[in-house]
């Protein structure tokens, strides 16, 4: 990874391990999975494509990326928050879990 950007969602996975500090992260788990908390799981959201000479010249892949942790004072939210390409977006809690929601965006490598 270069710096605080991410290309690719291969780094976007490795990134969310190292902010998490386990391998408790989940791309797009199937449902029958079992998680281990705290845990982070993510899925892509949205794909832009920036056109240039009847091609695209860019694209930028949206992953909607949810902290979940039984610590409502986790410091994990506030180490995502930091990313650059991270926004926060919503907070809720569900059986006794907490959930954070963010919207990271990369720019895909072509």
């Known amino acids: 990874m270069a710096g605080n950007v991410t290309t690719s969602r291969r780094e976007l996975h490795e990134m969310l ?9 989940y791309f797009q788990p199937p ?3 079992t998680l281990k908390y705290p845990c982070i799981v993510y899925e892509r959201s949205d794909i832009k494509n920036t056109p240039a000479s009847d091609d695209v010249y860019l694209q930028h892949y949206t992953y909607e990326i949810t902290v979940i ?4 004072d986790s410091d994990i939210p506030q180490k995502l928050s ?28 072509q």
Do not use: M, W, Y
């Open 17 to 25: 391990v190292s902010i998490l500090g386990s391998r408790n992260v």
């Open 31 to 33: 449902e029958s999975l």
């Open 69 to 72: 942790d039984s610590n409502p």
């Open 82 to 109: 930091k990313r650059i390409q991270c926004r926060f977006v919503r907070h809720f809690a569900t059986s006794g879990l907490n959930h954070d929601v963010f919207r990271c965006t990369i720019q895909n490598k």
